[in-house]
């Protein structure tokens, strides 16, 4: 918050004028970083819970800048929602991702993974989207049905007869769809019954709370159920431990990611596992 808490009257602060700064100096840097490729993409490994069976990966961006290092999304997504950015950079996280998943396809052929990229809302209200991954797919000659996205609730709240076209377009070219961070929006069972999703992913929240909170345990069985009437995938996210994954696993719940089992990896790590993987 900008404005102290017992502190009403005052309106401007010195604070306040440097994290406005900061912001500003953030916001140039972001759009210098997109075009010095500053920015890159790391890879999460999911799972299937029965068998440890790799699935596919979330493509998750990173900011490597020159002086502080790497800079998680959290820093600056945000902020390229609000100024627009996030239009080119989510088409350079597409881009990149399809295109190295496509390098994964022909250097190991066996593969058979899916590519999930998240798309805020700023992106799916443009009606360009639809053009963006479809030319993405092109050209960079991945298999549509080997691409999910991943939307969250209230980028379909904001504007819900858009999400919709724009969702529907994308159905109809076999993309996969994910309801990202499910359970933490609003709304979220009356769009869901109409929209063309095929996954629910399960927010870490409640995964996170499985050990200590019995409700959210029934959470995650009645979000299982939900899924399973309406013959949804569902991923748990961020599983940290073997108790995590063991309650899950005995929810019946397919499919997880996290910690638990890996980090975002970058490209290298990520080559190496599935060379790795590839070989058992
Ligand atoms: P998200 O889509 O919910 O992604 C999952 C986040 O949880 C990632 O954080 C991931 O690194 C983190 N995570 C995975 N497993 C675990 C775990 O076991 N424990 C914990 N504590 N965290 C775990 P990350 O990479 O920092 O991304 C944060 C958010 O930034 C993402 O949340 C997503 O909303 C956004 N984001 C990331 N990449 C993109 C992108 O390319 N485009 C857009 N529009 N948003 C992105
Ligand atoms: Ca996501
Ligand atoms: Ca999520
Ligand atoms: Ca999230």
């Known amino acids: 918050a900008k404005v102290a808490g017992g502190n009403r009257y005052v309106i401007f602060q010195p604070e306040m004028h440097a994290t406005l700064r900061e912001r500003m100096q953030l916001e140039n840097s972001l759009y210098q970083a997109l075009e010095k490729q500053e920015l890159c993409v790391y890879y999460q490994p999911i799972y299937s819970l029965n068998n440890n069976q790799l699935k596919g990966f979330e493509a998750l961006i990173r900011w490597q800048h020159p ?53 805020s809302a700023r992106q799916l209200s443009q009606p360009h989207l639809v053009d963006t991954v479809f030319e993405t797919l092109t050209r960079t000659g991945l298999a549509p049905e080997k691409l999910q996205l991943e939307i969250t609730e209230t980028t379909v709240v904001e504007n819900p007869d858009a999400a919709m076209q724009t969702l529907l377009k994308l159905k109809q070219q076999q993309i996969r769809l994910a309801m990202d ?100």
Request: with cysteine; net charge negative; hydrophobic share 40%.
């Open 67 to 119: 002086v502080e290092g790497l800079i998680r999304p959290d820093k600056f997504i945000p902020i390229a929602e609000e100024t627009g950015l996030i239009i080119p950079i989510g088409a350079y996280v597409l881009w990149h991702a399809c295109q190295q998943m496509q390098q994964w396809y022909e250097q190991f052929p066996d593969l058979n993974l899916v590519l999930s990229v998240n798309v």
């Open 181 to 280: 961070d499910f359970g933490t929006g609003y709304s979220s069972l009356g769009y869901l019954s109409r929209l063309p999703i095929d996954v629910l992913k399960i927010d870490r929240c409640f995964v996170k709370d499985i050990e200590h909170n019995e409700n959210s345990l029934e959470i995650i069985r009645a979000i299982l159920g939900i899924a399973q009437g309406l013959r949804l995938t569902v991923v748990a996210e961020g599983i940290e431990t073997e108790f995590q994954a063991q309650q899950l696993r005995e929810l019946g719940c397919p499919v997880g990611q996290g910690y638990y089992f890996s980090v975002p990896l970058d490209v290298a790590a990520t080559t190496q596992l599935i060379r790795d993987y590839s070989e058992v």
